[in-house]
């Protein structure tokens, strides 16, 4: 009944399926995603669900699935990330300081994270469907020096910070600071946290940043498929404990994400077209 209902929402003819694009991942759209079994379909498009059972009973599960977006939700969000002449994704500049950034009236959601937490990788996979994007993607951790602007047609901004911690920029403060404290159209800020690992000293460090702005913000767990439920679970309880305690601005819900297998990709496009695209969801969504 899932793979039904999603392959009638997504019927040949939608412009999801009428662009042309090159070296496409083989999950990049829903429509190929459908294609799987029913479980893998739920746990490709809600990650947590495939974590879900190995809680204990008491845990109160509300707080991961505060959104939780309808298929046909989840199709409006792809066309937003789907090229096309009148709606071109993009690179579109490189700074050090925001007073090298040209002043853009569509909103912006930046993503910030330790170095190889998987930022590049993920903001990638966000763009699977515009493959032409050139998202610069190392193995070696601090690649990326600068802020990297990525327009999504006039809806808004994708931003790419430069990670911290290992191989840091030297003016990493001076360059990401100022832009989270004073840029007027930032809607989002996404904190990225291995999930794999758990929150660390610089995470936390990061978190705190992120508080003193008083701007909303959110945080995304990567690397989900590189560690056992037992250890994903554990650290997203220790997660949720200090979001509780010591966060006033931050979504309750954490996003999973695994840029690897592509789980929870769908869902973080859904979060950011909701809140920086101007989609209309279903009232069960929330932000």
Same mark, same amino acid.
């Given at each position: 009944?899932?793979?039904?209902?999603?392959?009638?929402?997504?019927?040949?003819?939608?412009?999801? +399926?009428?662009?042309?694009?090159?070296?496409?991942?083989?999950?990049?759209?829903?429509?190929?995603?459908?294609?799987?079994?029913?479980?893998?379909?739920? %746990?490709?498009?809600?990650?947590?669900? &495939?974590?879900?059972?190995?809680?204990?009973?008491?845990?109160?599960?509300?707080?991961?699935?505060?959104?939780?977006?309808?298929?046909?939700?989840?199709?409006?969000?792809? $066309?937003?990330?789907?090229?096309?002449?009148?709606?071109?994704? !993009?690179?579109?500049?490189?700074?050090?300081?925001?007073?090298?950034?040209?002043?853009?009236?569509?909103?912006?959601?930046?993503?910030?994270?330790?170095? %190889?937490? /998987?930022?590049?990788?993920?903001?990638?996979?966000?763009?699977?469907?515009?493959?032409?994007?050139?998202?610069?993607?190392?193995?070696?951790?601090?690649?990326?020096? $600068?802020?990297?602007?990525?327009?999504? /047609?006039?809806?808004?901004?994708?931003? !790419?910070?430069?990670?911290?911690?290992?191989?840091?920029?030297? !003016?990493?403060?001076? @360059?990401?600071?100022?832009?989270?404290?004073?840029?007027?159209?930032?809607?989002?800020?996404?904190?990225?946290?291995?999930?794999?690992?758990?929150?660390?000293?610089?995470?936390?460090?990061?978190?705190?940043?992120?508080? !003193?702005?008083?701007?909303?913000?959110?945080?995304?767990?990567?690397?989900?498929?590189?560690? %056992?439920? /037992?250890?994903?679970? @554990?650290?997203?309880?220790?997660?949720?404990?200090?979001?509780?305690?010591?966060?006033?601005?931050?979504?309750?819900?954490?996003?999973?994400?695994?840029?690897?297998? +592509?789980?929870?990709?769908?869902?973080?496009?859904?979060?950011?077209?909701?809140?920086?695209?101007?989609?209309?969801?279903?009232? &069960?969504?929330?932000?």
């Amino acid at each position: 009944m899932f793979c039904l209902r999603l392959r009638l929402s997504l019927k040949p003819g939608t412009s999801v +399926f009428t662009v042309k694009v090159h070296r496409v991942h083989k999950l990049a759209s829903l429509h190929k995603a459908v294609t799987l079994p029913p479980k893998k379909v739920q %746990n490709i498009l809600y990650p947590f669900s &495939s974590v879900e059972p190995y809680l204990d009973r008491s845990v109160d599960r509300t707080p991961f699935q505060l959104f939780h977006p309808s298929l046909e939700d989840l199709v409006k969000a792809e $066309k937003v990330f789907c090229p096309s002449p009148s709606h071109k994704i !993009d690179y579109f500049i490189s700074a050090e300081r925001v007073v090298q950034i040209p002043a853009l009236r569509q909103p912006e959601v930046c993503f910030i994270g330790r170095s %190889n937490v /998987g930022k590049s990788s993920l903001i990638k996979c966000l763009f699977a469907l515009a493959p032409d994007v050139e998202v610069r993607v190392s193995k070696t951790p601090g690649h990326t020096k $600068k802020m990297n602007f990525f327009k999504v /047609g006039k809806a808004f901004t994708i931003v !790419d910070m430069p990670g911290y911690g290992y191989r840091e920029p030297k !003016d990493f403060v001076e @360059m990401v600071e100022p832009y989270l404290y004073t840029r007027t159209n930032l809607v989002r800020t996404f904190l990225l946290v291995d999930g794999s690992v758990g929150l660390q000293k610089a995470d936390l460090l990061a978190l705190e940043m992120c508080e !003193d702005t008083r701007r909303p913000y959110v945080i995304v767990v990567t690397k989900i498929d590189k560690c %056992n439920h /037992g250890t994903l679970l @554990m650290n997203l309880m220790n997660l949720q404990d200090v979001v509780n305690s010591q966060t006033s601005s931050c979504f309750p819900q954490p996003f999973l994400v695994s840029s690897h297998n +592509f789980w929870g990709i769908y869902l973080l496009r859904c979060f950011i077209a909701h809140v920086a695209g101007g989609i209309r969801l279903r009232e &069960s969504s929330h932000s």
